[in-house]
């Protein structure tokens, strides 16, 4: 296994960190991994708010849930679906690119765009030392984390990114069976060996929380699933992604 691979293998969330600041080439060469990422037919959709003032990241840490990460970390990145500039081109070039722009095919690849250069960012932080912790509760307020971070129409933020020295070394938790993730040719749908896969996985999650907390947890996976969904959340998102001009078509 080389180094990348191991790098990838022991990823963990890091949820508290030294109070200590990227410097500006950390921060420099992060951006420039996550530029290095692939992007769907060479439109970069996407772009990247860093966050250094103190009173901005504890204000985003509230309307993420309260979570302190947010506002205590080296560096707070906020990744979001562009495709504001591409509107600029539009207008200065005197054509009308609406069709477009405010398909649902757009905003997609905007999205991926987005996420394949986090993830290059993540894998190059982590390969540095750093620790990180992908933030998805500023999209529970996304009004007024737009507002705060003054974005345009055509633009989103989709989530955070907290960066820094990790001062802590969490276990790493158990994946899904790879033979339940890699469906072979088609996907696979015999019910009775996908039940037996989540059931074995559940043994493996509760036994895995069972030892984090001395037997104080013992939940299992698809009980977090349906505890999580049954509560619906942000359900305001489609109607905030029309006004921000996405997915109109």
């Not at 984390?145 to 633009?155: I, M, N, Q, T, Y």
């Not at 929380?209 to 037997?215: D, V």
């Amino acid at each position: 296994m080389n180094e990348t691979i191991n790098t990838l293998m022991e990823h963990t969330s890091i949820r508290s960190f030294e109070d200590r600041p990227l410097s500006a080439e950390q921060i420099h060469t992060l951006i420039e991994s996550a530029q290095a990422a692939s992007t769907s037919s060479f439109i970069q959709a996407y772009s990247i708010i860093g966050i250094t003032d103190q009173t901005k990241k504890e204000k985003l840490a509230e309307l993420a849930g309260n979570q302190t990460y947010v506002a205590k970390n080296g560096h707070f990145f906020i990744f979001c679906a562009d495709l504001y500039r591409h509107q600029v081109i539009a207008e200065s070039k005197e054509i009308d690119l609406s069709e477009s722009l405010e398909s649902t095919e757009k905003f997609m690849v905007s999205v991926i765009d987005a996420s394949l250069a986090a993830q290059n960012a993540v894998v190059a932080a982590e390969s540095m030392g750093l620790g990180i912790c992908y933030i998805g509760g500023i999209r529970n307020n996304l009004e007024e984390v737009g507002e705060l971070l003054r974005v345009p129409k055509h633009v989103i933020p989709l989530f955070g990114l907290a960066v820094g020295y990790p001062s802590q070394s969490p276990e790493k938790k158990p994946r899904l069976p790879r033979n339940h993730i890699y469906h072979q040719e088609e996907y696979q749908q015999d019910l009775v060996t996908y039940k037996k896969q989540l059931s074995e996985y559940d043994a493996i999650i509760s036994n895995y929380y069972a030892e984090r907390t001395n037997g104080k947890r013992q939940d299992n996976w698809t009980d977090q699933m349906v505890n999580m969904l049954s509560n619906p959340k942000r359900m305001y998102m489609n109607d905030y992604v029309k006004r921000q001009g996405f997915t109109k078509r």
